[in-house]
Structure formats: structure tokens, C-alpha cells
């Protein structure tokens, strides 16, 4: 009576949970209650099983030891069926192998291997053997991932600060939906790249809510310059209404409305956009406001003269998610600028929102125009 034996042996250790991603390494044990590992790579593929084998027959045992490696990325995690993979080195008396099994995405995985050996070994016999096996995903589940905000909307820019006047900006915000949404405001300073430390409030609004804050940025413990964020967990971001104005007390405000800009809707690489100058910069001055996307931004920056000439070029880099709102005389120095120029802003490189911003010197009427893109 032929006594056939087939044992799975690890050749390796087993390295810590930590260092493994959740397609790493799955192990367990075989019916003979040897240890199996199987190694998947990122796309979810068994990639190698390497072991470690005795087959007895007959009168003689076959030992070999091998990796096994399957062709075109081996079977996905998650499909059933007989796979056969190739072996190498080939054993001494050839070889047939195949796995049937399933490996989820929950971890744990099931199945079967069978080997065959083919022709006549050194020692002039032949066998088989077979073994079933379960895996888990070696320290245990996944954990689960935190979930992560993502920007949905830039407001340009948003301010309370006392100057020439003070400004404040007002904002609205509106649930359409049935159902309850949330996100948070995040708060970018002038001058600084944003930092995951950066000031924020978070807003939940239950279906067909609205809610006000007068002036945010007090409404969220601050004051000053800068830029806002509207981040989310995958809801939509609210229906917003923003107003930047300057505030009078009782002889009244000035103002103007600003959207929401879409990260996707920002001037790109190979984009160019451009900011008209007021008609008399003796009556009105002008900022130019740049906020830099999370890749930074580089660019060139020319300014023209109402008849077209070209009066000079400026190159400009800012690091990630960088707000600033300079004078243009500060943005071009060296430059003459003049009513009715405009300023053409050549992306090379990231993204980047871009704005003009005009104040009326005698009443303080401000207003912005977006730089639009060239065509």
C-alpha cells in the first residue's frame, strides 16, 4: 500500500504586521499542521508562495524546496478556481502543481495544493501528495482607515481686519438636500503655507437649514487675511453665499459677493489669466491676490500697457496652498503700472487661484475680478 506524505514548510519569517500593507502576507495552517504563507502584491494578486516539500511513494521520498510564481500576476483575491503555477527551480524528477481557493478582501482565505511528480526520480519511484490549508491575514483585520477631509471649495479670500477701513466678510451657508451635511471651514493666514494645524470650524446642517455667521472669521476666534477651504468627508459642499465688504457703521457698508472656486476650476500648467488695472489707479488702488494649490505654483508674470506693448516680466514661486494679497506695485517692482494695463499670470508649474481686488479711495467701495483665463 502506497504511503504518500506532502508537507508545506515556511522558509521564511514572517515580518510584523506593521511593516506589511493588507496585501502583504497572509499565513496559516495545512491539514498536516504545517505553516503556509502566501505573499500578494498591491494589485491584490497572489504573487509568491514559496515552500518547502517531502513527497513519499513507494519505496522512496522525493525532497525538494522551491518558490512558486504565478504567470499574468497570479489568481485575484476575491476569484475562485484552479490556478496552476510554474515552478522554479524544477525539482529533480519534474513537478505539476495547482492551487484551488479564495483569498477575500476580509482577510481570511481557504483552499486547496496538489503536487504531482512526473517521470523517474534518482531513486526510481514516483508520488503524490496533497494538502488543504486556511489562512488569515497575519495580524488579523485591517484597521479601519480614518477618514480623510478633502478641499471642495476655495474661497479666494476672507478677512476682518481694520485698515484704511474695516472688513469683514459675511457668509451664508444652505443644506438643499434632504438629509444632513457636514464639513469644516480651514483657515489659511496670509504670508504662511497651510498647515494641517491651521484654525477651522466645523458646520453640520441638517436638511434645508441655512446658517449665518456675520463676519467668520471672529465667528472662528480669529481675525486678520488669508484664504478658506471648505473640506468635507465626501458631502457636497453647501450653497454659500460670501460677502466681502467694508464696514461704515452707520453711515452703512460696501461690498461685493465672491464665489466658491472648485480646486479643479484653478489656473493650471499651461494656463494664462489675466487682471484688467482699474482705469485710474489715483482714485482706486489694486491688490493682487494669489492662493498657490497643494502642489505649489510657479509662474510668469507679464504686464502690458492698454496699447499692448509689453513693459516688463516678473517670475514668481509659492509654496503649497500659500495665500498672499500684495499692492501690484509690491507684486511688480521696478514696474510702472498704469490704468488700463493688464497683468497676464502664465502658470508653469501646480495650480493657482488668482484675483484682482480694486478699492474706491474715497468711499471704499471694493470689488474683485477673478483672473480670467485667456483664450
Same mark, same amino acid.
Given at each position: @500500500?502506497?504511503?504518500?506524505?506532502?508537507?508545506?514548510?515556511?522558509?521564511?519569517a514572517?515580518?510584523?504586521f506593521?511593516?506589511?500593507?493588507?496585501? &502583504?502576507?497572509?499565513?496559516?495552517?495545512?491539514?498536516?499542521?504545517k505553516?503556509?504563507?502566501?505573499?500578494?502584491?498591491?494589485n491584490?494578486r497572489?504573487?509568491v508562495?514559496?515552500f518547502?516539500?517531502?513527497?513519499?511513494?513507494?519505496s522512496?521520498?522525493?525532497?525538494f524546496?522551491?518558490?512558486?510564481?504565478?504567470?499574468?500576476g497570479?489568481?485575484?483575491?476575491g476569484?475562485t478556481?484552479?490556478?496552476?503555477?510554474?515552478?522554479?527551480?524544477?525539482?529533480?524528477?519534474?513537478? &505539476?502543481? =495547482?492551487?484551488?481557493?479564495?483569498? *477575500?478582501?476580509a482577510?481570511?482565505?481557504?483552499?486547496?495544493?496538489?503536487?504531482?511528480?512526473i517521470? =523517474?526520480?534518482p531513486?526510481?519511484?514516483?508520488?503524490?501528495g =496533497?494538502?488543504t490549508?486556511?489562512?488569515?491575514?497575519?495580524?488579523?483585520?485591517?484597521?479601519?482607515?480614518?477618514?480623510?477631509? =478633502?478641499?471642495?471649495?476655495?474661497?479666494a479670500?476672507?478677512g476682518?481686519?481694520?485698515?484704511?477701513a474695516?472688513f469683514?466678510t459675511?457668509v451664508q451657508?444652505?443644506?438643499?438636500?434632504a438629509?444632513?451635511?457636514?464639513?469644516?471651514f480651514?483657515y489659511?493666514?496670509?504670508?504662511?503655507?497651510g498647515?494641517?494645524?491651521?484654525p477651522?470650524?466645523a458646520?453640520?446642517?441638517?436638511?434645508?437649514? *441655512?446658517?449665518?455667521?456675520?463676519?467668520?472669521?471672529?465667528?472662528?476666534g480669529?481675525?486678520?487675511l488669508?484664504?478658506l477651504?471648505?473640506?468635507?468627508?465626501?458631502?457636497?459642499?453647501?450653497?454659500?453665499?460670501?460677502?466681502?465688504?467694508s464696514?461704515?457703521?452707520?453711515?452703512?457698508?460696501?461690498?461685493?459677493?465672491i464665489?466658491?472656486v472648485?480646486?479643479?476650476?484653478?489656473?493650471q500648467?499651461?494656463?494664462?489669466?489675466?487682471?484688467?488695472?482699474?482705469?485710474d489707479?489715483?482714485?482706486?488702488?489694486l491688490?493682487?491676490?494669489?492662493?498657490?494649490?497643494d502642489?505649489?505654483?510657479? @509662474?510668469?508674470i507679464?504686464?502690458?500697457?492698454?496699447? &499692448?506693448?509689453?513693459?516688463?516680466?516678473?517670475?514668481?514661486?509659492m509654496?503649497?496652498?500659500f495665500?498672499?494679497?500684495?499692492?501690484?506695485?509690491?507684486?511688480?517692482?521696478g514696474?510702472?503700472?498704469? &490704468?488700463?494695463?493688464?497683468i497676464t499670470f502664465?502658470?508653469?508649474?501646480?495650480?493657482?487661484?488668482?484675483?484682482?481686488?480694486?478699492?474706491?479711495n474715497?468711499?471704499?467701495?471694493?470689488?474683485?475680478?477673478?483672473?480670467?483665463?485667456t483664450?
Amino acid at each position: @500500500m502506497r504511503i504518500v506524505r506532502f508537507l508545506v514548510l515556511a522558509l521564511f519569517a514572517i515580518p510584523a504586521f506593521a511593516q506589511q500593507s493588507w496585501e &502583504g502576507v497572509w499565513s496559516g495552517t495545512t491539514a498536516q499542521g504545517k505553516t503556509i504563507i502566501i505573499n500578494v502584491n498591491s494589485n491584490n494578486r497572489i504573487a509568491v508562495l514559496t515552500f518547502g516539500a517531502i513527497v513519499s511513494g513507494g519505496s522512496c521520498t522525493v525532497t525538494f524546496e522551491t518558490t512558486v510564481t504565478y504567470s499574468s500576476g497570479g489568481p485575484t483575491i476575491g476569484g475562485t478556481g484552479s490556478f496552476t503555477a510554474t515552478i522554479s527551480p524544477t525539482p529533480p524528477n519534474g513537478q &505539476g502543481f =495547482s492551487i484551488t481557493g479564495n483569498l *477575500t478582501t476580509a482577510g481570511t482565505g481557504s483552499g486547496s495544493a496538489t503536487f504531482t511528480s512526473i517521470g =523517474s526520480p534518482p531513486i526510481g519511484c514516483s508520488g503524490s501528495g =496533497s494538502t488543504t490549508w486556511n489562512v488569515n491575514r497575519q495580524g488579523g483585520a485591517p484597521p479601519v482607515p480614518t477618514p480623510q477631509f =478633502s478641499t471642495v471649495a476655495i474661497l479666494a479670500v476672507v478677512g476682518s481686519v481694520q485698515g484704511a477701513a474695516f472688513f469683514r466678510t459675511g457668509v451664508q451657508i444652505h443644506n438643499p438636500r434632504a438629509t444632513p451635511i457636514s464639513g469644516k471651514f480651514v483657515y489659511h493666514a496670509q504670508g504662511a503655507s497651510g498647515a494641517a494645524s491651521d484654525p477651522s470650524l466645523a458646520y453640520t446642517l441638517q436638511g434645508g437649514q *441655512t446658517i449665518e455667521y456675520t463676519d467668520l472669521l471672529p465667528a472662528m476666534g480669529l481675525s486678520g487675511l488669508g484664504s478658506l477651504d471648505i473640506m468635507t468627508l465626501g458631502d457636497p459642499v453647501p450653497i454659500m453665499v460670501a460677502r466681502v465688504f467694508s464696514d461704515a457703521g452707520e453711515a452703512g457698508t460696501a461690498g461685493f459677493t465672491i464665489d466658491p472656486v472648485a480646486p479643479s476650476a484653478a489656473l493650471q500648467s499651461g494656463d494664462s489669466g489675466v487682471v484688467i488695472v482699474p482705469p485710474d489707479l489715483i482714485k482706486a488702488r489694486l491688490n493682487i491676490g494669489l492662493r498657490s494649490l497643494d502642489a505649489g505654483a510657479t @509662474m510668469l508674470i507679464t504686464l502690458r500697457s492698454k496699447a &499692448g506693448t509689453q513693459k516688463g516680466t516678473q517670475s514668481k514661486s509659492m509654496t503649497a496652498n500659500f495665500f498672499e494679497q500684495p499692492s501690484v506695485a509690491s507684486l511688480l517692482p521696478g514696474l510702472t503700472v498704469e &490704468g488700463s494695463d493688464t497683468i497676464t499670470f502664465t502658470i508653469n508649474s501646480g495650480r493657482a487661484i488668482i484675483y484682482g481686488a480694486t478699492t474706491e479711495n474715497k468711499t471704499n467701495d471694493p470689488s474683485l475680478q477673478y483672473a480670467k483665463k485667456t483664450f
